[in-house]
């Protein structure tokens, strides 16, 4: 990983260079004379005394350990802080001199120049045992002291540089290499060379210096001027090892009272760097090249994490600007040296620091071993002072780390000063593949335009766009235009593999897909809240949940979770969101989902017979819907639910699995298919509907309904203010697959209570319709019992039959003759077609018969209760009955009137105390017949007909109609064949009439009288 301190990094690749520039400052002032200030070209060299020479050369000879007598016999020439020694030269001519052996020291602690390199040691000695041969303009004379302009040179055999001395501030030093030729302008070797500066290391071979301009060589002193290199070139370089604590702490100025402190630990860090090809340093254009399978490794402790491989290296440096510091000089203490040997900071010196770093290859590989990871590409570039760094190439770039895998057609991130990522983007098309740490299954996530990675202080966050996918093995894929997360560094911050997924949202487009649902937004926003503690199977039953485990062993199926495996959802909203609970090592478990604008959801069965899940609304909120406890909350204008048999349709629906709640506020409307027929005692072919107005309320084994109830079941409504429902067994919603089975045991409904029954034949023909109002009724499906308390209110309308003519002179049966009153009848006069009935079409208003058709009525009213039961098919009112029956034109006829003259010649009108009726099936018949139990001081009027009893009873398959008195009160027939006709009375204990054939027989007869009253003297 590249930082911004590693300018002296790679400066210390140029430790050779240095060498050499040492080289020559040591050997310039000997060879050629500095000018003086007049412009002289000659220079005067100091020869010392004999007693001044013995005491140099004796100072001299500490530096020299075991060649004292080299030493001791040797001949000396000093030029400011460089001493030359050697034992004797050999003037070879053509300006040509041989000096052997040749053994420079240079001690800047004797210069006034302020321009040594600080971290160098203080004492640099040159060593050429083999001697060195210089050339001059003219021969070299020592006896004049006067030295010639410098021509060329050449250091012959072994050249060893190396430091005295060593110190914490200047570390040991040591360059080897053989024959070096020196010229005006350039310094090279042909030879292997090494270096040791401290704890930094190279080796190569190849070494070449050119000069820039007039040169040091030409121009006679270090003093006057710095060494000025035109480019430094080492041929192939075999290692160079870098220790990046010691750049480190060379870069830090000590603190005031740092010597007192304890040091910080060593962490061992170093930079390897080695290639085939040259390695080239420009100072004029500031750049460093390495090339031909250039490969650079980072190590910690002895082990690598961090590996470059490329063909080429180029480093451009930059000036980092002049030193401004304004930290006043330490104190003088009176054992400080004389303040004028004491080193002086330079006005205006300036430091190289790395601007840019460019690697090129095919490609360029970067390694990083402790991550097993590495990363590919064509052309790599990194600007220091910005961090930015790219990764690019023809071929795109290219990543893994063990099974995980990366490609994008180029990566660029930013770096901050401690190498760490601040922004990564990768330019797409890209795709990664890497297995999650709470996962054994593969995700392969794809992008069309970018992936950017951003780093905060403790939080991470990416941006996918342009065509993103990601597919995340058994939890399914999610594909959108634009997706972002969030995430921390979980419990260590260091590795990526530990980031923890707080949110994402995802948009435009957003498809989200899994075996079990497939959802489609606009907008997807999810979070995620990591426990790492797992929960327990406790504390999971103590909120009546069961682990799915546990559930799957008990022998369960997964019908308890909302969504099941019976099929898959798929959801449409403009807005999801989604709540996510993430244990270590575990997939994450949906908690909540909510659904915003135009919510639809569709499921998609495994069975061809099952009916789907279906869900209409404007807002939708799911809590734990993978668990038996799931809370369904549905609002719309209004929100629809459907499926398993079951169509709900309300303003709010609320289900609590948990608690086994089910509610509905407001206006709703509740259906149910064939496939729940058992649900209400229908037809299968029926289809029941239940609407209201002020809500539903389900609680497991009861069912309510409030507000304007009306229950319509094919040819069957019912209204009432309030419906009440109770199940024989409890339906428990969290293990709910169906409603199939579950029988109802007891309904009834209250206020306002009226129930209508339309009777079809095989064809569908209208044939009965049947109406009762009460105030309440109840039915008992189990023993069949209805009962409802009085007064009430029952009516049929009936195609003309074998009840027709049973008080009518002709056997004719005609209507209510019109424009007479009719009380309580709807609509009498109009005459509908269309016998016929859909029962799936609204039947509050029943078609009327054709005019070949003729309609009958018996409307029965009471007052203290009805009783009945509807498995035996009988019913019974009771208490001051009145039971009226005549003609109508219409099946919408609603009452008829209570007075006999305005029923016509074929009605009547009955009262006793107690009437039931029976529907009874005889035998052979497809349609049961009727029969008619009437007691308790009955009395029948008719316009020509009258009749009082004890009992009457009528038996509709015999056409018999019987009346009886008791041992006191005989029974009395009262006939008349025509309007003031005179009037026949028949008295006996039993009468019986059947009125088909007009035949009477009495039993126990008391009289028969003929009077001509012109009425039927029924109060007589």
């Not at 300018?7 to 060498?19: D, F, R, Y």
């Not at 049947?770 to 009724?777: A, P, Y």
């Not at 006191?968 to 054939?997: C, H, M, N």
Request: with cysteine; proline share 6%; aromatic share 6%.
């Amino acid at each position: 990983m590249l930082r911004h301190r590693w300018a002296q990094i790679i400066v210390s690749l140029l430790v050779t260079a240095a060498a050499y520039h040492l080289y020559a400052v040591l050997a310039v002032p000997l060879i050629e004379p500095q000018p003086d200030l007049h412009g002289s070209s000659q220079r005067s060299v100091d020869f010392p005394a004999d007693q001044r020479l013995q005491q140099r050369l004796q100072a001299l000879s500490a530096f020299f350990p075991g060649r004292s007598q080299l030493i001791k016999n040797a001949k000396m020439l000093e030029i400011d802080q460089t001493t030359l020694l050697f034992q004797d030269y050999w003037n070879l001519g053509e300006g040509r001199v041989l000096v052997r052996p040749c053994l420079l020291v240079f001690d800047s602690r004797t210069s006034a120049s302020p321009k040594w390199p600080s971290n160098l040691p203080e004492i640099l000695i040159l060593e050429a045992l083999d001697g060195a041969i210089f050339q001059f303009d003219r021969p070299l004379d020592l006896r004049t002291a006067r030295i010639g302009r410098f021509i060329a040179g050449q250091l012959l055999g072994n050249v060893v540089v190396r430091g005295e001395n060593p110190t914490q501030d200047h570390p040991d030093f040591r360059l080897t290499t053989r024959d070096i030729t020196v010229t005006e302008h350039r310094v090279w070797t042909n030879h292997p060379l090494e270096l040791s500066w401290g704890k930094h290391r190279a080796r190569g071979a190849g070494m070449e210096i050119v000069f820039r301009g007039r040169t040091p060589f030409s121009r006679g002193g270090f003093e006057q001027e710095p060494l000025n290199i035109d480019r430094f070139l080492l041929r192939h370089v075999d290692r160079l090892h870098i220790d990046l604590e010691t750049v480190r702490s060379s870069d830090k100025p000590q603190a005031k009272g740092a010597m007192d402190s304890p040091s910080p630990p060593s962490r061992d860090e170093a930079l390897d760097i080695s290639c085939q090809g040259p390695l080239l340093f420009v100072p004029a254009q500031k750049t460093l090249t390495l090339e031909d399978r250039v490969e650079i490794s980072r190590t910690q402790n002895s082990q690598s994490v961090l590996q470059l491989r490329c063909q080429q290296l180029v480093v451009t440096f930059q000036e980092a600007g002049p030193s401004n510091s304004t930290s006043a000089p330490p104190a003088e203490t009176p054992a400080s040296p004389d303040p004028s040997s004491v080193k002086k900071p330079i006005p205006g010196s300036s430091r190289w620091s790395i601007h840019l770093v460019r690697a090129i290859g095919r490609p360029v590989r970067i390694v990083f071993p402790t991550w097993n990871g590495e990363l590919q590409g064509e052309d790599l570039r990194y600007d220091a002072a910005s961090g930015a760094m790219s990764l690019g190439g023809s071929n795109g770039v290219q990543g893994k780390r063990g099974k995980d895998q990366f490609s994008a057609l180029a990566v660029q991130c930013q770096l901050t000063s401690a190498g760490d990522i601040e922004m990564l983007a990768a330019v797409g098309p890209g795709k990664a593949q890497f297995t999650p740490t709470n996962s054994s299954q593969e995700w392969i996530l794809t992008w069309g335009r970018s992936l950017t990675f951003t780093t905060g202080s403790n939080e991470r966050v990416a941006a996918l766009q342009g065509g993103v996918q990601i597919e995340a093995g058994d939890l399914g894929t999610l594909n959108a235009q634009e997706i972002w997360c969030w995430a921390d560094a979980g419990l260590r911050a260091t590795d990526f593999a530990s980031l923890r997924l707080r949110r994402f949202v995802a948009q435009s487009a957003v498809e989200l897909t899994s075996s079990q649902f497939a959802a489609q937004s606009d907008r997807l926003e999810a979070w995620i809240k990591w426990d790492n503690a797992l929960p327990t199977q406790t504390s999971r039953a103590s909120h009546g949940i069961r682990p799915q485990a546990v559930e799957q062993s008990a022998g369960k199926d997964d019908s308890s979770a909302l969504m099941t495996n019976t099929g898959q959802i798929a959801l449409r909203a403009n807005l999801l969101r989604m709540e996510f609970a993430a244990y270590p090592g575990q997939a994450a478990e949906l908690t909540a989902l909510s659904a915003d604008g135009s919510v639809v959801a569709d499921e998609r069965p495994q069975q061809a017979d099952l009916h789907p899940l279906q869900l209409r609304g404007d807002h939708l909120e799911v809590t734990h819907p993978t668990r038996p406890s799931t809370i369904f909350s549905l609002t719309g204008n209004p929100a629809y639910v459907a499926g398993r048999g079951l169509a709900l349709t309300g303003y709010q629906i609320f289900l609590d699995r948990g608690r086994n709640l089910l509610s509905v506020a407001g206006v709703g409307r509740l259906d149910i298919e064939k496939s729940a027929e058992q649900m209400i005692p229908v037809s299968a072919e029926d289809r029941v509907a239940i609407q209201w107005n002020q809500g539903m309320d389900f609680a497991g084994r009861t069912i309510s309904f409030h507000g304007g109830v009306q229950l319509t079941s094919g040819p069957r409504r019912l209204q009432a203010d309030a419906l009440g429902i109770e199940l024989e067994e409890p339906v428990i919603l969290s293990s709910l697959s169906s409603f199939k089975g579950h029988q109802v045991r007891l309904a009834r409904a209250i206020g306002n209570v009226y129930v209508e029954n339309l009777e079809l034949d095989p064809s569908g023909n209208l044939v009965a319709r049947d109406m009762l109002r009460v105030s309440e009724i109840s039915v008992d499906f189990l023993s069949g019992r209805v009962s409802a308390p009085g007064p009430g209110r029952f009516g049929t309308v009936r195609q003309a039959s074998s009840l027709t003519g049973i008080f009518s002179a002709d056997g004719v049966t005609r209507p209510v003759t019109q424009g007479q009153p009719d009380q309580g009848r709807e609509d009498n006069s109009q005459e509908n077609p269309s016998p016929k009935t859909n029962p799936d079409q609204d039947t509050g208003s029943p078609q009327a018969n054709p005019p070949n058709q003729r309609l009958v009525m018996l409307d029965i009213s009471f007052h203290q209760r009805l009783e009945g039961n509807i498995q035996q098919r009988q019913v019974g009112c009771y208490g001051r009955v009145k039971a009226r029956y005549g003609g109508v034109t219409t099946w919408s006829a609603q009452s008829l009137p209570d007075d006999p003259a305005l029923l016509g010649p074929d009605g009547m009108v009955l009262n006793c105390q107690e009437l039931t009726a029976f529907q009874i099936f005889g035998p052979g018949e497809q349609r049961p017949h009727l029969e008619l139990v009437a007691l308790g001081n009955v009395t029948v009027e008719a316009q020509f007909h009258a009749a009082r009893a004890r009992r009457l009873s009528l038996d509709e398959s015999k056409t018999l109609l019987v009346l009886e008195g008791d041992g006191d009160v005989p029974a009395e027939l009262y006939r008349q064949e025509f309007l003031g006709g005179p009037i026949q009375k028949t008295t006996a204990r039993r009468i019986y009439f059947w009125y088909s054939t007009k035949t009477v027989k009495v039993d126990d007869a008391k009289s028969l009288e003929i009077s001509r009253s012109p009425t039927v003297p029924l109060g007589g």
